[in-house]
Every structure is written in structure tokens, then in C-alpha cells.
């Protein structure tokens, strides 16, 4: 369900723009997460400073995380519940499937995981005999619809209800094919009917987690709808998979996080659901799994924790960056070609996949830097992308053309006497052709800019001309 | 997996430049686990005289319907009024905890009452909160014998019983209770902390808000004040 389709990004691209459903659709996203967000910090004067709070807890965390990795697994074992250390995908699918194995299941109830979807668990268990059910609602009808989430916390928010309602129909066949399903309300009904039963009869629960605290050996999870809850607590057997970099030092630092993570995702002050989880059901309890398993999974992390891609290792997956995304705004998150959308998922898919097939990716932005004013973790997530734009230069994945433009740019630049006469005789130039329109429709070397929109004539000298020749200032006047 | 264990601990080890025995890095984290310090509180999370009105507060705008008693026996009219008012079966499932269980049902014939964990087919629960926090409107519940877990999440309503006394600022506040009740600055955890704000919900469909997802549709906090 997730195959990587990174480096069809410009098909996608384009495609996606024509789509009319999923424009509308991603039309009213602006309205949605955006503001309930800004509402929400209105009414926290510290917010600011909590964002420092936090990245400065991410930060000692990842200078300090050999050692917390170890505390974590301690005390994970000292509640009763076992640790399992990935390299990558396959051996974390391998460590699911033999956990599975072990208990004999047939059904695994799964709430949301992104490391779930990283590698790819559920075509895998399938392909193993056992049937994974999501149980998020909207990973459940993405799930249905076999289509890969398409935003981290939003899974199908490309889908109008209407589709939605194609789906449930086909899907749900014992149902009544006459039955109604006009809106939301009687589709979650219906979906909370089945999966309740789902629920019931699972012999594995996989859930994500959005911490792992160092000091108990809790995994935290994080949700609206109470679906992890049941996930982890009903099978008699829960496994929680995880990345490294999820540790925090402490439940006060768990805290701090959670003050600037549901604000920034939904607007939210507190999700509903927070839950720490510690162990296995312990000896008199009435309720809980018999086994407890943590996979923890590397995947490429520890490089980025060497390189200068390091601070995207504080990403808490809220969101916000690609709330506040222009480039996500306008081709949705399946144009991406893999788990991770918008900015996070800019700096972390050539991280994760390699440079190769991800090229399109950090250059898909206009660098304007709302994800880096809006990231509760202060990710310069801008920064970060040009660090593989740089990259990318360097190991001679830019396209010829591109290379070869900024070769001459740069000679350029580094002449400026040379720039100025080019960029003065230029504005002459295409002042003169320009025509009583004042734009271009067509114009030789940027198709490119040209074949979506028209490019505006010049006015006939070039800034620096007319920066020379600028009104006298008032005295100490500033611009 | 040991290989992989210690091929991932390596790789950590030469990325943030601490040795193999990482003898500096290790004291680095003792300390700060051993200190568990808080970090910044915003001013809404004051521990003070307001924090049973500011819980209120913020419960009430996150969903939960907040009532206030005043000793365990005023309960069972105001778990009936609620039960009528939502045209609902006068089952409930109760926790096993000495404040549930010094509850008198006995004033309210109409109201069928069970013990231990939660079925399947249970409509209302009533368990008992270790601890209230104001900034949020949260309940913190936490697993025991007494209070088993999927109290909090099978039926379609959930009452917690919040004695006004564990109402405090933040999340911090919480923690410190949950660390004295467990005799050890070192916290013993339970298998189970929920800390729950409102009653479920989604918006996944067109992002329209719905309440009642997978867990409780009503979430309903008694606050207790002790006579
Ligand atoms: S990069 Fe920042 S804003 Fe984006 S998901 Fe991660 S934490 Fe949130």
C-alpha cells in the first residue's frame, strides 16, 4: 500500500493539480487546522517559550541518546515487557511477524503508525496469512479503499464523504445497499459497529507511540477517537513500534511536549486520549495484554543523527508544517510519492530513501518559511532543504540544465560589474518586447514559468538602476 | 536481536561523539532523570485556589458534562437525571474502588449495578480518578485491580469520579501525585495511565467534528467534594 513512488513526483504533481475532487477538497483545507491552531496559541501567552522548552529537551535527548536507549530498555524489561532492535524495514517486519507468529494470530487490530506505514507492515502481514484491521477511522477507509494516507495525522483527508460512502457500500456488502449514508454521523456509526468487533476478536494489538519516556520505560500514545486504547488493551498481546529518536528523558518532559503538540496539530489544548503505557497487565489486574513488546526501529535515523540533518530528528509528527504548506495546499499529499508530505516529509524522505529517487522533493518549495514560524520543535525546516539542494549539487543529482544555469549565475554573481550590464540590458530588452499587454505568454528558455502563467514584462530598468535614483530619504528615516 | 542492538548503539555512540563506555553522557542523564525537573509552566497551570473552577472551565470546553457532589451519596440521583435526560438503560458497570463501592445505590432502585471489568455490552462505567488537572480539564485514571482500564473506553457513557481534593494545575502536579502514592521518587507506573479530555471524537470525514468515535460518546466528571 505504501510503494514508494517518490520519483514520480512531477507526474504526480501534475496530476494532482488537475484533479478537481481532491481541489475542492484540499480548498477547504485552509480553514481547517490553520486556524483552529492560531485559536488555540491565542490562549497560551508561554507558547513561544514552550516551543523552546521542547526543542531544547529533543535536542540533549539526541546528544544523550545511547545512554537514554539503554534506560529506556531497562526499565522496559524491569515492568515485564521485551525490547526489539531494528536496523531497518525488513527486520522490523520479521520481529512483527514472528511475535504474531507466536501467539498465533489471525487478526491484528492496528491504531496509526507511521513507523507502521515506513515499513510497510500490513502488505506484509497479509502476505503472511495474517489480516491487519486499521482502526483509526480514516487510516480504516484508506485502509479500504487500498490508497496510502495521504496527510500524518489527517490520513484521508483527500476524500469527499461522497467517496467515502462509495466505499463503505462496496465494502460493508452484508449491509443494506439501500441504506442511507448521507452523512458523517451514520458513516462513523457504521464504522464504529464493525470495527467493534474487530476490536474484540484480534489476537495482536500494533499500535505507534508517540514517546517513549526514558525514565519508566512507558511508551505514550496520543489520540482523539480512543481506538490505540482499545488496540492495546483488549488482545493478549500488544506490540508498540516505534523510532529511536521518540525518546524523552522524563514525565516531565513528556509534559512539556504535550503542551505544544496537540495545539499544533489540531488546535487542540489536550488530544482526548493520552495514554502511558507500562508493561504488561500486571498480576491482579482485570484488563490488559499478557505481552508487552516494544520494536525499535533505526531505518536511517542514526545517519541522520551524524549528518547535518540532525534537528529533523526532533519532528514530534504534528503536522502544522504541512498545515501551513503552500506546495501541500495545491497538490495534496499523495503527489509525494511516499508517507511523509509537505516540509517534515521534504527533509526526511531523502533522509529515509536515499537522494536518488527523492530529487524532486526538497525543491518543491518556495523556501517561504511558514512550516519553520509555525514547527513547535523549531526545525529550520527551510535550512534543511537547501542543505539537500547543496547536497544534491554536490553529487551531481541536479539536472544538467539546472546545473549548468546556476554555473553561469554563479559566474555571474561573482561579477557583479558584469550582472549589472546583463540585468540593465535584459530589462531594456524585454521592456521593448513586451508588448501593450505588459506580459508574456510565451518566452524561449522558460517554458517552465511560461506554460502555467504569464510572466510580467519589466519595467525597463533593473533594480539596481532604479535603487541609485530612489527619492532622497528624510533624515533617519527607515524603510 | 543482539547484532542489531549493538550495531544501532554503535552508530548512536559515533554520531553524538560519546565513547563505548559513554561514562560522561551516562552521569549527564542520571542526573536529569534522578532530578525529573519541571520545565516551564504557563501561568494557567498555577497550583492554587482556583484550580477546582479553572477544571471546570476547561472540562466543560472540551465536552465533558461536569456535575459536583457533595458526598458519594448524592451520585446516584445525578447518575439517574443524567441516564433519563440521555434516554439510556439504567445499567452501569462500577469500578471496585473504596469510593465507588461506598456509593448507595440503594436510593435508586431504577439502576442496575455491576462489578469488574468492562463488557462489551456495558452503556455506562463509573470509575474513580487519581488526579484532575486544571490547565487542561483532564482526568488522570490509572489501572489497578480496582479500576480496571476498559472502564474508560467500551461503553458509549463514562463517569469519573474526581475527588475535588486531587484537582491540581498541571500534568507536573499530577506526576508528583502519582510519585508519592507510590512511596518512591523513583515512580512506580502502573500498567495504565489515561489521562482523557472530553469524550471521543474524530474529524476524519471532511474534517467535520463527531463525538463518540471508538471510545465513550459522553464523558460526564463528578467533582467530590468530601463532607
Ligand atoms: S517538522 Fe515540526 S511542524 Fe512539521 S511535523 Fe515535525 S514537529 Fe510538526
Redesign the pocket.
Known sequence: MSQIKTERFRENTRSALADRQLQAVLGKFADGFPVKRAQAIARLPEFDALRDAARDIKNHVLENLGPYLEQFEAQVIASGGQVHWCRDAEEARQTVLSICKNADARTVTKSKSMIGEEVDINDFLEDNGIEPVETDLGEYIIQLRREPPSH?IAPAIHLSKQQVAETFREKHADRAADRSLESPRVMLDEAREELREQFLGADVGLSGANMLVAETGSIATVSNEGNIELTCGLPRVHIAMASIEKIVPTLEDAATILRVLAR?ATGQDMSVYTSFITGPRRPDDLDGPEEFHVVLLDNGRTELLASEFRD?L?????????NHCPVYEAIGGHAYGWIYPG??GAVLTPGLLGMETTQHHPNASTLCGR?ES????R?P?PDLLRKWRTRQFGAEITPTASRYGLKVWAYFARHPHLYRLITKTGAIFLFAAGGRKRRFRHLPFAGGWTDARDLPAPQGRSFMAQWRQRPPRRSGGRL | MTGAREHILSAVRRATGTGAAGAGADDTVASRLAAHAPNLRPARAADNATVVSRFAEEAVRAGTDVRHATGVDEIPAIIAAYLREQNMPGGIRVSDDPISTAIPWVNEPLISVSTGAADPGDTASLSVALSGIAETGTLMMNSSPENPTMLNYLPFLHVGVLPESQIVGSLESAWSILRRQSGSENTAMPRMINLITGPSRTADIEQELLMGAHGPQKHMVIILKEK
Open positions: 500524518i499544533s529533523i526532533r519532528c514530534i509528527r504534528c503536522g502544522a508544517c504541512i516540509p517534515m512550516c509555525v514547527c513547535p520543535m526545525i525546516l
